[in-house]
């Protein structure tokens, strides 16, 4: 058989395929959670991510259009979603824009006290995380963001709001810099979904 990072032998002989099969098992540490949430709730885990991500961000990323992209999933997979979260009165559109075919959503009451109840899914996850070293979780967040935005630069991730791709970031010889909050930028400073992101052109 040919080479494989799924192969516990390959994995033995380079440290990339144990890494790789390790964010593999994290992600399906994540899945199991969030499927555990919906199965409570009567949602699938993509309404309730699409519930959480609402709540958090600003009107022009909630729209069709863009929670296609931000999930890697097609407008109409996006739309049925929205049907669904609309008739069980969690959200709300806003066609205020001036194409009526165009709409933003926003929570309805009922929303926002659902994702109250429902983000913290990852509790779990979050607690043995917590539980690591100080400098354990920086190197861990540096070697994460880092990989983000090479997979955004290679076109795998179609999405990304960090640091890195944003025409305020300056990377100096020896650190980094944000031109728009005019500050030097530690480790723990950088951000991977920044509310003031302006991608570079």
């Not at 929570?107 to 354990?136: A, C, H, R, W, Y």
């Amino acid at each position: 058989m040919n080479k494989s990072v799924f192969n516990p032998e390959d994995q033995q002989r380079n440290l990339s395929s144990k890494i790789i099969a390790g964010l593999e098992r994290i992600s399906e540490v994540f899945k199991v959670l969030l499927w555990e949430k919906a199965k409570l709730v009567g949602l699938s885990p993509i309404q309730i991510q699409l519930l959480i991500f609402i709540a958090y961000h600003k009107q022009e990323l909630r729209t069709v259009s863009h929670l296609a992209k931000e999930f890697n999933i097609t407008k109409p997979t996006i739309s049925d979603a929205i049907k669904v979260l609309t008739k069980k009165d969690l959200i709300k559109k806003d066609h205020s824009s001036s194409d009526n075919r165009s709409y933003s959503i926003s929570l309805s009451t009922s929303g926002e006290e659902l994702v109250s109840e429902i983000q913290d899914f990852t509790s779990p996850l979050e607690t043995q995380i917590n539980n690591l070293k100080e400098t354990d979780l920086e190197g861990l967040f540096e070697t994460l963001s880092a990989l983000i935005f090479k997979l955004n630069q290679n076109g795998i991730l179609t999405v990304q709001r960090t640091c890195y791709g944003c025409s305020f970031f300056k990377k100096n010889e020896t650190s980094n810099f944000c031109k728009l909050l005019e500050k030097e930028l530690t480790t723990n400073d950088i951000r991977l979904d920044c509310p003031e992101f302006v991608e570079k052109v």
